[in-house]
């Protein structure tokens, strides 16, 4: 297989740590509210890859992180007067409940930002050793970027500290040292967790690595994410783990060896989102006859370097071509022709089988194009349905179609 790795920017051949074993991180939902089909995009093609890897044999330890403590969340407490941990609870499970709709496959672990502030504590201490990190005297320990030869790789750029960046979202030019941790002057703060330190905030910089780490250890294979995780949230992680995890021989360890980043899912040109106010839940498609299903369906629909552009056309014309499947997948399931023998129905059949999925492979191997997978996985049921195929015959096409789905998890079937 080969994937486009970002912190090279080129397709690479994979080839993991382990030759049993891949291990991935994954950026989950941030849960003050539910997810849309923009952050779903996301979930599922990392889903589908990770279904890729176990169709070839792999075992796969995916950890998967639950920000449960964030500025949007809090706002949001304080909107709803709700307690924090109820209104993340409420939000997690909803998470929770349209993935498993939409076919994806739990993860092994979702470490909770608020279950790992002790951790996360302990990586800036350990920075702060190392010489990586320095504390400003006014309760706020930065990264220092000069320590890190490579920081910017991700992001394409040759970065040189020129100040220190308080904001935790920033463009490549406006970075610089960036915040770690900032300690609380008050006994008591809504936007603070307790450690043994007191009171403080880990920035969102700190906790994916600390997460990563401790779920994973210093090297994993894959660490994916939304395109907009590429810079710098992905970039200070990866400065992070590589430094806390490669000690000395810091500049040449790589924490992730990979690094996959799906691009958005647009509204109008716009990107989908909760403050832009134009977001579509997967309720919001259940609602209008579409199934989950066929909302997998239309976010592999278009490769994941790509933009897809939703509208309600679009996902009409997915949900048509389901259509057309389902009927050839239920021709197949009924079909008798042949008497059930091999010698009998369409000649050949083995070997168009066989090299269906040839096809199906060489195309996810192709950079994860999964659309061009679907499109083998419609062509050999449409054929199928079309030919006079025996009983026994149609039971293999029907084999062959689940296999596909093993990886895909939205054919009609």
């Known amino acids: 297989m080969e994937i486009y790795n970002s912190l090279g920017r080129k397709v690479e051949k994979f080839t993991p740590r382990s030759p049993k074993e891949v291990k991935i991180y994954t950026c989950g939902p941030t849960v003050y509210a539910r997810p849309h089909i923009g952050n779903f995009r996301t979930y599922v093609f990392e889903d589908t890859l990770k279904r890729y890897l176990l169709y070839h044999g792999y075992k796969v330890r995916h950890a998967m992180n639950i ?21 993340t609870r409420k939000y997690e499970g909803l998470f929770r409940k349209d993935a498993a709709a939409l076919g994806m496959l739990p993860a092994d672990s979702y470490p909770h930002v608020s279950k790992y502030v002790e951790r996360m504590a302990g990586t800036v201490a350990a920075l702060l050793r190392m010489g990586a990190a320095y504390n400003d005297g006014k309760g706020r320990v930065f990264f ?9 790789k991700l992001a394409g750029k040759r970065i040189r500290a ?6 935790e979202e920033y463009k490549p030019y406006q970075a610089g040292d960036f915040l770690l941790w900032s ?57 992070i783990a590589n430094t806390l995890c490669g000690g000395k021989s810091r500049s040449g360890h790589e924490f992730s060896k990979y690094y996959v980043h799906v691009r958005h899912l647009i509204v109008g040109g716009k990107k989908m989102s909760k403050s832009k106010g134009n977001v579509v839940l997967l309720p919001d498609l259940l609602a209008r006859g579409f199934s989950a299903q066929e909302a997998r369906m239309m976010l592999l629909s278009v490769h994941y370097r790509r933009r897809l552009d939703f509208t309600w056309q679009y996902a009409r014309a997915v949900k048509m071509r389901s259509l057309g499947m389902r009927r050839a997948i239920n021709a197949l399931k009924n079909a008798h ?14 070997e168009f089988a066989v090299d269906a999925q040839k096809e199906f492979e060489a195309s996810l191997g192709d950079n994860m194009d999964v659309p061009s997978a679907l499109d083998v996985a419609e062509k050999f049921a449409l054929e199928c349905a079309g030919a006079d195929l025996s009983g026994k015959q149609a039971r293999r096409a029907i084999a062959l179609l689940r296999k596909f789905d093993s990886v895909l998890a939205c054919l009609p079937i």
Request: some cysteine; charged content about 30%; glycine content about 12%.
């Open 337 to 350: 022709g042949g008497a059930g023998t091999e010698g009998a129905g369409r000649e050949g059949f083995l």
């Open 183 to 239: 300690r609380c002057p008050r006994a008591e703060c809504e936007k603070c967790m307790e450690t043994d330190q007191g009171m403080c905030k880990p920035a969102w910089n700190v906790q994916c690595a600390a997460m990563a780490t401790a779920e994973l250890g210093g090297r994993i294979d894959i660490s994916m994410g939304g395109q907009d995780n590429l810079f710098n949230h992905h970039e200070n992680t990866r400065a």
């Open 162 to 167: 020129q100040r220190k960046v308080m904001r």
């Open 67 to 87: 920000t449960d403590i964030d500025e949007t969340v809090e706002k949001e407490v304080r909107k709803a007067h709700v307690a924090r941990a109820a209104l």
């Open 144 to 152: 220092d970027i000069s320590k890190f030869p490579s920081y910017g």
